[in-house]
């Protein structure tokens, strides 16, 4: 059986880098370069051209690559299908860029069905949506809200976008910041992905707002320990601040609400396990 190989050589198509299809599959990238490499020596056919960091992909790998697209999904949707036959019981693969809105939905969810194991993988809104077209997971949670006629798409809940800061911070003398006022603090942001960042560098960027030395870092626990240290300043959502009295929440000027959506795809949303699921985030959903 070549499933691994296949694996490898449809991450790498996808990502045009070993490096990523390695952090994406989970493995070492001397392992998805010598399954590559396997699957190129055992049928003698060149996959991809190398040259630089990035892969691309040869004329013979750009014809295989949606042969093992369909493979994968035909696989995909075995698993599938045996993990949501017979009993309620099984596995929910699930995909969320933050645990606030999610963690209340899977708790009552083990609640009513004790005996389905749930898994929560945490990604920014990119990572979580590849996640789901790439069947790795059976819903996601994301900020970003697409207008795609393969998904079903629930309101989870939203959050103005506040400015943290410590305490200590100038600016923590003010409950009202405008725009202007952040100009020349470092900013604290998520990686390229998130939503929250689009947001912000949207906002400021309408305002004519120039911010000082961005600082990238790739969590959000690692953002707010930032602020905690006085390195920065961040735009966040208001439930993702935590609770501390080294901390200031401070409204900011024309700050958008960020919403939290649930996605499933279509062809998977009557199938029990994500069925249960969407039917418990209807209920659950605000007012």
């Known amino acids: 059986m070549l499933s691994a190989e296949l694996k490898a050589f449809y991450m790498v198509a996808r990502l045009g880098s070993i490096t990523q299809a390695a952090k994406k599959l989970g493995l070492s990238q001397p392992t998805v370069t010598t399954q590559v490499r396997n699957l190129e020596s055992q049928y003698a056919v060149e996959?991809?051209?190398?040259?630089?960091?990035?892969?691309?992909l040869s004329d013979e790998g750009a014809r295989l690559l949606p042969m093992v697209k369909e493979l994968l999904q035909k696989e995909s949707d075995i698993e599938f299908f045996l993990r949501n036959c017979g009993q309620v019981q099984g596995t929910l693969r699930i995909a969320a860029t933050a645990p606030y809105y999610i963690?209340?939905?899977?708790?009552?969810?083990?609640?009513?069905?004790?005996?389905?194991?749930?898994?929560?993988?945490?990604?920014?809104?990119?990572?979580?949506?590849?996640?789901l077209e790439d069947y790795r997971v059976d819903v996601a949670a994301s900020s970003q809200l697409l207008e795609d006629s393969r998904l079903v798409r629930r309101v989870l809940g939203s959050d103005p976008l506040v400015l943290a800061v410590h305490r200590n911070h100038p600016l923590a003398a003010l409950d009202h910041v405008p725009l202007n006022a952040l100009a020349g603090h470092t900013l604290l942001m998520r990686e390229p992905g998130s939503t929250t960042r689009s947001l912000t560098e949207g906002l400021l960027k309408n305002a004519n707002v120039s911010f000082g030395p961005l600082l990238e870092i790739g969590s959000r626990e690692s953002i707010r320990e930032a602020v905690l240290r006085n390195i920065g300043i961040s735009i966040i959502a208001r439930q993702e601040?935590?609770?501390?009295?080294?901390?200031?929440?401070?409204?900011?000027?024309?700050?958008?609400?960020i919403a939290e959506y649930l996605y499933c795809l279509k062809e998977r949303k009557n199938a029990r396990l994500p069925a249960a699921?969407?039917?418990?985030?209807?209920?659950?959903?605000p007012a």
């Open 47 to 56: 996959l991809f051209y190398r040259g630089g960091r990035r892969l691309s």
């Open 103 to 131: 963690l209340d939905l899977v708790k009552t969810f083990r609640q009513r069905l004790p005996q389905v194991e749930v898994s929560v993988e945490i990604g920014n809104s990119q990572q979580v949506l590849e996640a």
């Open 241 to 257: 601040v935590p609770h501390d009295p080294q901390l200031r929440v401070l409204t900011i000027e024309n700050a958008p609400q």
């Open 277 to 285: 699921f969407l039917g418990l985030a209807q209920e659950m959903a």
